[in-house]
């Protein structure tokens, strides 16, 4: 008896952690910005256009790369989109 409720004690715990694994891997990068070395999309719900475009900057010089806005969409739930592109002028 005892065994049957510290195995099911594990397994209660084992899919707890699981479960927040998961939920953990649905949150993306933090401050609405997700991306990668080619570009990325910044949610307008959480900063303003100038901080989006700074947020882009920092992004791209991650990966050595200048930032190029593609699009401001401003409406609610709208995002700042951008593009990280070699630029010839950071070239070692």
């Not at 990966?63 to 609610?76: L, N």
């Amino acid at each position: 008896m005892a065994d049957q409720t510290l195995t099911r004690g594990l397994a209660q715990a084992i899919a707890c952690a699981a479960l927040g694994l998961l939920l953990a891997a649905c949150a993306g990068p933090g401050g609405g910005l997700t991306g990668n070395d080619t570009g990325g999309i910044i949610a307008f719900a959480s900063v303003t256009q100038q901080e989006a475009g700074e947020l882009a900057v920092a992004h791209c010089a991650r990966y050595g790369k200048a930032a190029h806005p593609t699009g401001v969409d401003r409406r609610d739930g709208g995002y700042y989109s951008f593009a990280c592109r070699f630029d010839p002028r950071r070239a070692d």
